[in-house]
């Protein structure tokens, strides 16, 4: 059984709600955020600065939709109310003792007879008696929040065990949850899941509800609500909460009519009710009068209150980005307008005139509102924000604070990179943000080498960096000179290379130049090379001796081997200096500026390479990692003795010998790490009391030798790995419950040889020298972190929806509005909308691939708009046309809803000439919604057909005219676009994705179909038809689909099912062992993955069958079969095939985990998905997800099952067939006790008996209605599984689960 393994390489960053209020502690201000399945705990400094330090981040089973703050008055903190997109409900709060977060209530609102309504919606009352909830038309849920109440939303108390959740099939008696209270009729269905007493589902006469909140000041609670009559008329009604004979019931108490463009509630005092619509503001009074007027704002996105106690501002963001204060006082309300802001989705008060604002168009920001104008340079972070010429001219009151990266919403992306030899290798570029805020995203893995100088210098080899000056420096002098030298070794000479700092004036460069005759040796190799005594000293080693010199260069001290033999290796540490002479190691040191040899040590073999760093900073070495040519092997000897003490087995038998070996502290912990010649890395942890293996890994980074080298970057250690494929070691953080786990992030940076370390230069400070091919730079690091976000703004209002690479320039298509007839680039104001909406005209861009500047434009046909972009080669004829980009758009013209024409345009870039040609078009009877290359040709989906276009011979004359300096129309001489056949597919296709001669083509409303290209070749020429297979009979909407590469042929025999007896024990149904076998489809069959608009993934099958009839010959069927199904709780909108780092296989999982697919979400996600082409790793994983989902607490204790089941508005199932990578890479963050207990399934805490029988009789049950489940049940047999003792199950430890986790982590 081959699983796909699901994880976020990018998670979401869209912010859909946030609150404030005093969480943690009473006297903290503390800010919580929820993006998609993540809450974010933050705390507000008591600065001027007012930045925001995260406390905490949790991962809830479920998409929060929603979120509220409760502080009732008897509470010295207050409660965070969660409200997730399947219509559950959790009340959490913070235990200050075991600083966590805990949940006091949990619980659904699910109604069988409801009609959903578009979007839950949540009102709180002011004084925390009560919060209200719409998810169904005409239903509104009511949950009191009284003392007695609160007993009914308690979890039991040992409903945790040891810190572990019990499963509901293992629990007692006593731990089973509290059953709903609800209406009769739906109590039995109801009360499967957790829920509260005493809560009310009250009908209402409103159906569509467009907003609600509850009255302020009201003694009894009061619920008004904005809904939308039969008449398209929008109203207000307040309803009074009343208990009637001890039931809850809304009692009508008055009604306002309110405009069509009311679209948001506001509670007022003095028990006023505000309506906000475009543009302006309704109050209506307690008293029945209502009052209105302008406030000049567009559609609300989102308010709130400047002031929590007073409520007297109101603060409003509108659709445009405009930020307006809204003023309540005795008289009329005044409103004025604050600045630009990204379009917010919420806004939230922290304190001390500090706003979040959350958006989905752009990034979040954290500003402070002014009474007085701000600088220009003050209200925009980094070019986040889009500003208006208007809004330059009146000021802004408005100063962004912090920045917070937002991708949201990922409309396209195209991976670069992948086997083209770029130097940013596995990057992503995203069409993202909305708005005043589009964008284009550059997501990069791993850690991007920015260069700062360089020079060419051929043959070199090493390098190491000193800063020279210390106590030498001219203590009368006002300025503190440092000389920094960078010593360059070539196979036979030394080049040594310097410049001077001066604090003072230091400029934007330095002028490095080769250091005059001195001391200095440069007519050999030089092995080693460092600073002593800070700075005051230098050590060079080289082939024939050590010598240390001053800072000028002059020759102190020379240290020597006896009989003239040469030296093999070298390292030094300020003071400390051990160098090997063939076997024998000798320990040299600095004593009153003389070097003494203190002592000598002989080696079982010739000595490869050594190392001699202290494990502390700051302290003297104490120890020699030594590596040697014969035995695999590497000693640690003791200083200044030079004794054995340990032995370290590197890899005996496979021929990787040593070649760089360094020791070092990560993270708290004493590691030796060993490079090999064959760009293997070993690494070693040491136990704390000794020297004795803890732990013992290798991972592979490239095929070249790799070169260990230590720098500290942001104040923490990291160790450079430099090979064809560099990476960077480091620890990761640790809150100090868990130990720190050593991280790898691949270099942005190809064929680095060497890497020195700039310590105490001035001029580039935590910079580094590195060797590259006949080339030594500087270079300055970025934050080691998994993914690095560069953003390229565009125009306001300029909407990114398609980009593509040609391996030399970007391919950009954007949409923009014109609202004004004089700004029409055709000067037609006829063709504007007859309503008068504004018109959007789509654009074709250029963009350089290193500065992302536009280098030449293409403006579209009057309401032509882009639709699809691929970057293809074409074969005609006379050649190949490589490197073209391929636009596919639409026409819609007024007063029609859908497009009835479209085009195909080819664009070529002459690099040479620098401008854009437009070589070939081809008309179309539709939109042209995806448009992708197929062996030289162009595939196509056009309405509901399916198109295959060939670069065929021009039969009529091209056009050919310029279009502006750099776009030309040059029609090709010889060839264009023309259609070779076409194939009718379902309602309207969206999207394709191709996996050989097989097309696989996603609709609208009918799913996926599957279609085959032949060619038939004849003396007559050539046929081309596009086949029908198969197709999917669910009806699914679908939102993007990609093809999943086959398994490699030497995984097969891997993914092949288990005998029944290991899965449903030895009491399985015998007569049903043929089917069991029979069930599951070859591993070489085609398999692809489909995501809907219901943000479930669907993997599909493609299998073929054979049969004859009775009176016919063998027919060959095709059938589209589903393997797996799950919900990921985020709309995908692009699936394309790549990967976010280098394909290098680990050598203990072997070709076992293939990252094929990068997707992109709505929120701002970017994944990647990967086969598991193992079916017993992917058991292991299986088993691993269900013990973590259904042991480990999260807050609101909502069930991952239904997290994850497939959810549509036609079927519901439970997930199978899927791995949830974010949920199994968590477990490298437990303690070791605690992945102990979730690896055996919670050994002595739960019933071992009752959990092994568990997973067998879901087995047998499922088994027996195999027969009746068509289609499916190829894996969802596998997939009932309950806790297990992994360990015991499966045949392994726990450290291989480890390895086996860390493995999956370097996917992405």
Not at 401 to 417: K, M, R, T, W, Y
Not at 1106 to 1117: F, K, L, R
Request: proline share 5%; aromatic share 6%; hydrophobic share 40%.
């Amino acid at each position: 059984m081959q699983y796909q393994y699901v994880v976020s390489a990018h998670k979401s960053s869209s912010v859909v709600s946030a609150a404030s209020g005093a969480f943690v502690s009473p006297d903290s201000r503390n800010l919580l955020i929820s993006r998609g399945n993540r809450l974010q705990v933050m705390r507000q400094q008591q600065t001027a600065s007012g930045h925001l330090d995260p406390v905490n981040e949790y991962t809830v089973n479920g998409h929060l939709h929603h979120m509220e703050f409760l502080h009732p008055a008897d509470r010295s903190t207050g409660y965070l109310l969660l409200v997730s997109s399947k219509r559950q409900f959790a009340l959490v709060a913070w235990d200050e003792v075991a600083q966590n977060m805990v949940t006091e209530s949990t619980g659904e609102f699910v109604e069988r007879t409801g009609r959903p309504s578009t979007r839950p919606l949540v009102a709180v009352d002011p004084m925390a008696r009560m919060f209200a909830v719409n998810a169904y038309q005409g239903i509104v849920h009511l949950f009191p929040m009284g003392k007695s109440d609160q007993q009914q939303f308690a979890v039991p108390e040992d409903y945790l065990v040891g810190g572990l959740v019990v499963p509901e099939y293992l629990r007692t008696a006593e731990q089973q949850q509290p059953t709903r209270g609800s209406r009769g009729k739906n109590r039995e269905h109801m009360a499967k899941s957790t829920d509260i007493q005493g809560v009310s589902a009250l009908y209402v006469d409103e159906l569509k509800i467009i907003d609600m909140c509850f009255v302020r000041d009201a003694v009894t609670p009061q619920l008004a609500i904005l809904y939308e009559d039969a008449d398209m008329m929008r109203r207000v009604r307040v309803y009074q909460v009343a208990k009637v004979r001890g039931e809850l019931q809304l009692v009508a108490q008055t009604s306002w009519t309110a405009t069509t463009a009311a679209a948001r509630l506001v509670a007022l005092p003095k028990g006023a009710v505000g309506v906000l619509g475009h543009a302006y503001l309704a109050v209506c009074h307690a008293d029945g009068k209502t009052s209105t007027m302008a406030t000049g704002t567009t559609d609300v996105c989102g308010v709130c209150w400047v002031d929590q106690e007073q409520r007297d501002r109101l603060l409003v963001a509108d659709s445009s980005g405009t930020l307006t204060l809204v003023a309540f006082g005795d008289s009329v309300p005044e409103t004025s307008r604050l600045g630009s802001v990204p379009v917010a989705s919420c806004l939230t008060y922290v304190g001390d005139g500090c706003v979040f604002v959350g958006s989905h168009c752009g990034d979040s920001l954290l500003i402070r509102l002014h009474q007085q104008q701000v600088p220009l340079e003050a209200v925009s972070l980094g070019g986040v924000l889009a500003r208006k010429t208007a809004m330059r001219e009146s000021g802004s009151f408005v100063e962004t604070l912090e920045a917070f990266s937002n991708l949201a919403p990922v409309v396209d992306l195209c991976v670069v990179g992948q086997g083209q030899g770029q130097k940013a290798a596995g990057s992503v570029v995203a069409c993202s943000g909305l708005r005043t805020t589009p964008a284009l995203r550059m997501v990069r893995n791993g850690v991007g080498v920015a260069e700062i100088a360089g020079t060419e210098l051929p043959g070199v080899l090493r390098v190491w960096a000193l800063a020279m000056g210390g106590s030498q420096m001219d203590v009368d002098s006002q300025t503190a000179n440092r000389r920094v030298l960078v010593v360059a070794s070539m196979a036979a000479h030394t080049v040594v290379l310097g410049w001077t700092e001066e604090e003072e004036d230091l400029g934007d460069s330095v002028e490095m130049a080769e250091l005059a005759p001195c001391a200095w040796v440069t007519n050999e190799p030089t092995l080693a090379a460092a600073a002593a005594s800070d700075g005051c000293y230098a050590v060079q080693a080289t082939v024939s001796a050590v010598l240390l010199l001053d800072s000028s260069g002059r020759l102190v001290s020379r240290w020597m081997p006896a009989s003239g033999m040469k030296i093999c290796a070298a390292s030094v540490y300020g003071g400390q200096i051990v160098v090997a002479v063939g076997a024998t190691v000798h320990y040299v040191e600095m004593q009153a500026a003389t070097l003494v040899c203190v002592a000598t040590s002989v080696q079982p073999a010739d000595v490869s390479c050594l190392d001699i760093h202290a494990w502390e900073p700051g302290r003297q070495a104490t120890h020699v990692a030594v590596g040697l040519w014969a035995g695999q092997s590497v000693h640690l000897l003791t200083l200044p003795t030079l004794a054995i003490t340990s032995h370290l087995l590197v890899l005996p038998g496979d021929g990787g010998l040593p070649r760089s070996i360094l020791q070092c502290t990560l993270g708290g912990t004493r590691y030796v790490l060993v490079g090999l010649g064959d760009g293997r890395l070993h690494h070693f942890a040491l136990t704390p009391d000794g020297f004795s293996v803890a732990e013992h890994k290798c991972v592979t980074l490239g095929t070249h030798p790799l070169a260990l080298t230590p720098f500290v970057s942001r104040g923490a250690l990291h160790v450079f790995a430099a090979s064809d494929h560099s990476a960077v070691l480091f620890a990761s953080a640790t809150d100090g419950r868990r130990p720190a786990r050593l991280m790898y992030a691949n270099v942005d940076a190809m064929d680095v040889g060497c890497v020195a370390a700039l310590h105490g230069s001035i001029a580039f400070p935590d910079a580094l020298c590195l060797v590259s091919p006949g080339r030594l730079w500087v270079g300055r690091p970025d934050p080691v972190q998994n993914l690095h976000v560069r953003t390229h703004a565009l125009p306001a209002w300029a909407e990114p929806v398609r980009v593509a690479f040609n391996q030399s320039v970007y391919g950009l298509a954007t949409v923009h509005p014109i609202d004004d007839a004089s700004e029409m680039p055709w000067g037609a104001s006829a063709l504007l909308h007859p309503d008068k909406r504004p018109v959007e005209y789509g654009r074709f861009s250029v963009l350089d691939s290193q500065s992302m500047e536009v280098v030449a434009s293409l403006l579209l046909d009057p309401f032509e708009q882009p639709q699809s972009l691929c970057a293809v080669s074409l074969q005609g004829a006379a050649g190949t046309l490589d490197n073209v980009f391929v636009l596919g758009t639409s026409v819609v013209m007024p007063g029609d809803d859908d497009a009835r024409s479209g085009r195909l345009v080819v664009f070529s870039w002459d690099t040479s000439g620098r401008r854009l040609n437009v070589v070939g078009e081809f008309a179309a009877v539709g939109a042209v919604y995806a448009v992708e290359g197929f062996r030289g040709m162009v595939l196509a989906t056009v309405a509901n057909r399916l198109l295959l276009l060939g670069w065929q011979p021009r039969k009529q004359p091209g056009v050919h005219k310029q279009v502006s300096s750099h776009v030309y129309i040059a029609h090709d001489v010889d060839n264009e676009l023309v259609l070779l056949c076409s194939q009718q597919t379902q309602i309207a296709a969206l999207s394709l994705a191709i996996a050989g001669d097989f097309i696989v083509v996603g609709d609208i409303l009918a799913s996926a179909s599957l279609y085959h290209y032949q060619n038939d070749i004849s003396d007559t020429g050539a046929r081309y038809r596009l086949v029908p297979l198969a197709r999917d009979a669910a009806g699914v909407w679908t939102t993007a689909i990609g093809a999943v590469p086959p398994p490699l042929a030497h995984n097969h025999q891997g993914l092949l099912p288990p005998i029944i007896d290991d899965e449903t024990g030895p009491a399985g149904d015998r007569q049903k062992l043929p089917s069991y076998n029979d069930a599951f489809l070859p591993p070489s069959c085609n398999r692809y993955l489909v995501s809907d608009a219901y943000h479930n993934i669907i993997r599909l099958a493609s299998v073929q069958t054979e049969y004859q009839p009775a009176d016919g010959a063998n027919i060959q069927e095709h059938r589209l079969v589903v393997e797996g199904r799950w919900h990921l709780g985020d709309q995908i909108n692009v699936i394309r095939p790549g990967s976010l780092v280098m394909d290098i296989p680990d050598p203990e999982f072997p070709d076992c985990f293939r990252p094929q697919l990068v997707y992109g979400t709505l929120n701002g996600s970017i994944g990647v998905m990967a086969s598991v082409e193992n079916g017993k790793l992917g058991r292991i994983l299986d088993r691993l997800q269900v013990n973590m989902a259904q042991m480990l607490p999260t807050p609101g204790l909502w069930s991952y099952q239904s997290w994850r089941a497939y959810s549509s508005d036609k079927r519901d199932c439970d997930s199978f067939g899927f791995l949830d990578g974010d949920l199994i890479e968590g477990f490298l963050d437990l303690s070791t006790e605690m992945q102990q207990l979730v690896v055996s399934g919670g050994g002595a805490l739960m019933d071992r008996e009752r959990r092994d029988g568990a997973e067998r009789l879901c087995k047998l049950e499922y088994w027996k209605s195999f027969s009746k489940v068509e289609g499916e049940a190829e894996c969802r047999c596998l997939a009932q599984m309950a806790v297990s003792d992994i360990c015991q199950r499966e045949g392994v430890s726990l450290d291989f689960v480890k390895r086996l986790v860390e493995s999956l982590t370097r996917l992405h």
